[in-house]
């Protein structure tokens, strides 16, 4: 495919895909469960199309932050936003670069994000930047298949799902670079995916803390 048309293709077509595929049953199960606990001054990493606001305790959260690079999907949030009783401000930056003060935020919630975030390492250590020593960051990710045989067709698949999953890495490892970047992981739980998305590998949930100072 040529250079203009992937760029088409990455503004026009795959915005709508992603979301389309992350509103599926398997992922909302996990949103239903794990959204609920943020609090207080929360930031999203990877905001995307809003698909965590319908689970957010209104009567926890004082103030949501949405960072995601993608203007698209930051509109498609933004409509969802509106009829939300409390403050929903979306900010359009990179995960690696993230607009906010030090010590900030009491939650980070991120979902299906570092699997696209090119420097996800970078992203990690602004995020321990924003969240106050007692933060915690609320995570729901999929990555590396635990089975030999999958992590081989995940390798294989990994280039062209990029391309077409506005690039998406099926075989990072979400808890490892969650703890190589100092955080203490206090919950995780895994499974797998179970058809059609056997690809996308384990399915990873947690809570994590900043290091102790």
Not at 50 to 56: A, D
Not at 159 to 173: E, K, S, T
């Amino acid at each position: 495919m040529c250079q203009s048309c992937l760029s088409w293709y990455a503004r026009c077509i795959a915005p709508y895909l992603v979301h389309a595929g992350c509103s599926a049953g398997a992922f909302a199960r996990m949103r239903r469960r794990m959204i609920p606990r943020a609090e207080g001054i929360v930031v999203e990493v990877g905001f995307g199309s809003g698909l965590n606001l319908p689970y957010y305790d209104a009567a926890r959260v004082e103030r949501l932050v949405g960072v995601d690079p993608d203007g698209t999907m930051l509109g498609l949030a933004e409509s969802k936003s509106r009829s939300l009783s409390f403050e929903v401000e979306c900010l359009r930056a990179n995960g690696e670069s993230l607009p906010l003060s030090d010590d900030l935020a009491d939650t980070v919630v991120v979902t299906y994000a570092f699997c696209t975030i090119p420097d996800p390492q970078a992203a990690l250590n602004e995020i321990r930047r924003i969240l106050k020593p007692t933060g915690r960051l609320i995570f729901l990710e999929h990555g590396q298949a635990e089975g030999p045989r999958c992590r081989r067709w995940q390798a294989r698949l990994n280039g062209l799902w990029g391309r077409l999953a506005g690039g998406c890495h099926l075989n990072r490892d979400p808890l490892r670079l969650i703890r190589a970047a100092g955080f203490r992981v206090l919950e995780e739980e895994r499974g797998r995916f179970q058809l059609p998305f056997w690809q996308l590998g384990s399915h990873y949930a947690g809570v994590a803390a900043p290091p102790r100072s």
